[in-house]
């Protein structure tokens, strides 16, 4: 058990030594993704803007909580990340399937070239988020510096989450559509537009029982409701330090193989 995550320990120590590397291309993908275009990658601000738009004018008919583009703004900015996060993890190593087979790079360069991707699109939406939190005349307090911890949180919890997936998306290829189709569907059954009063029901249980819960409120709750989510921070890194142990023990023990996976 040690060898194994020894081993994954010594990958992600070889990967990071390339940090140059794995940042340099993604920063070329996102330039990629977004080249000949009038715009470029400020086409993901315009992107979250519309979205987050849509819910705050349609879906806040009859409401009069003052809060809640805020509300929406920080809900689309954790969802839209840990959902970007986790369907595109699903085919990582699939989409570096050549790479994988024709270098002598670690497993990891892979992860964190994705993982600094979904950092740059997430920086994206968090300057739609600031926008909007502006013109609804959100008051900034001290205690907002606290979702930057939160968003730490969310952020140091992703090279994980994208270890688990891309090796389940290896392994299992047909999770990928199952995956992305789940989160279609998660973003309904998480709180990101919806509140909970503190009433019972199917939402008392799609709200506690549910782990995207707790990454959504260490952003939110300092911002929505200027108080400091004690509870959802121990949670939220209880269940980061759980994916963290299980994402070392499927590289150290699936580093050399994955290869014959794909």
């Given at each position: 058990?040690?060898?194994?995550?020894?081993?994954?320990?010594?990958?992600?120590?070889?990967?990071?030594?390339?940090?140059?590397?794995?940042?340099?291309?993604?920063?070329?993908?996102?330039?990629?993704?977004?080249?000949?275009?009038?715009?470029?990658?400020?086409?993901?601000?315009?992107?979250?803007?519309?979205?987050?738009?849509s819910f705050?004018?349609?879906?806040?008919?009859?409401r009069d909580?003052?809060?809640?583009?805020?509300?929406?703004?920080?809900?689309?900015?954790?969802?839209?990340?840990?959902?970007?996060?986790?369907?595109?993890?699903?085919?990582?190593?699939?989409?570096?399937?050549?790479?994988?087979?024709?270098?002598?790079?670690?497993?990891?360069?892979?992860?964190?070239?994705?993982?600094?991707?979904?950092?740059?699109?997430?920086?994206?939406?968090?300057?739609?988020?600031?926008?909007?939190?502006?013109?609804?005349?959100?008051?900034?307090?001290?205690?907002?510096?606290?979702?930057?911890?939160?968003?730490?949180?969310?952020?140091?919890?992703?090279?994980?989450?994208?270890?688990?997936?891309?090796?389940?998306?290896?392994?299992?290829?047909?999770?990928?559509?199952?995956?992305?189709?789940?989160?279609?569907?998660?973003?309904?059954?998480?709180?990101?537009?919806?509140?909970?009063?503190?009433?019972?029901?199917?939402?008392?249980?799609?709200?506690?029982?549910?782990?995207?819960?707790?990454?959504?409120?260490?952003?939110?709750?300092?911002?929505?409701?200027?108080?400091?989510?004690?509870?959802?921070?121990?949670?939220?890194?209880?269940?980061?330090?759980?994916?963290?142990?299980?994402?070392?023990?499927?590289?150290?023990?699936?580093?050399?193989?994955?290869?014959?996976?794909?």
């Amino acid at each position: 058990m040690l060898n194994i995550y020894k081993r994954a320990a010594n990958d992600m120590k070889d990967g990071l030594r390339l940090s140059a590397v794995w940042m340099a291309l993604a920063k070329e993908d996102i330039g990629d993704q977004h080249r000949n275009t009038t715009l470029g990658p400020l086409w993901l601000v315009v992107n979250y803007l519309a979205f987050a738009a849509s819910f705050i004018f349609l879906v806040r008919v009859g409401r009069d909580d003052p809060n809640y583009p805020a509300f929406v703004a920080t809900g689309l900015l954790v969802w839209f990340y840990m959902m970007d996060v986790i369907t595109n993890s699903v085919t990582l190593f699939l989409r570096e399937e050549n790479f994988i087979k024709g270098t002598t790079l670690p497993i990891s360069v892979y992860v964190f070239r994705f993982f600094a991707q979904s950092v740059i699109r997430g920086g994206y939406a968090l300057v739609g988020c600031i926008f909007i939190l502006a013109v609804s005349g959100s008051a900034p307090t001290m205690v907002w510096l606290y979702s930057i911890f939160g968003i730490a949180i969310l952020v140091m919890t992703a090279p994980a989450v994208i270890i688990i997936f891309a090796f389940v998306g290896a392994l299992f290829p047909d999770s990928q559509f199952l995956i992305t189709n789940l989160m279609r569907v998660g973003m309904f059954l998480t709180p990101v537009f919806w509140t909970y009063e503190g009433t019972g029901g199917i939402r008392h249980f799609f709200y506690y029982w549910n782990p995207f819960t707790y990454f959504l409120e260490i952003v939110r709750f300092p911002i929505v409701y200027n108080m400091v989510p004690v509870t959802p921070s121990l949670i939220a890194i209880g269940i980061g330090c759980g994916l963290w142990i299980s994402a070392l023990w499927l590289l150290g023990r699936l580093c050399r193989r994955i290869v014959f996976y794909l």
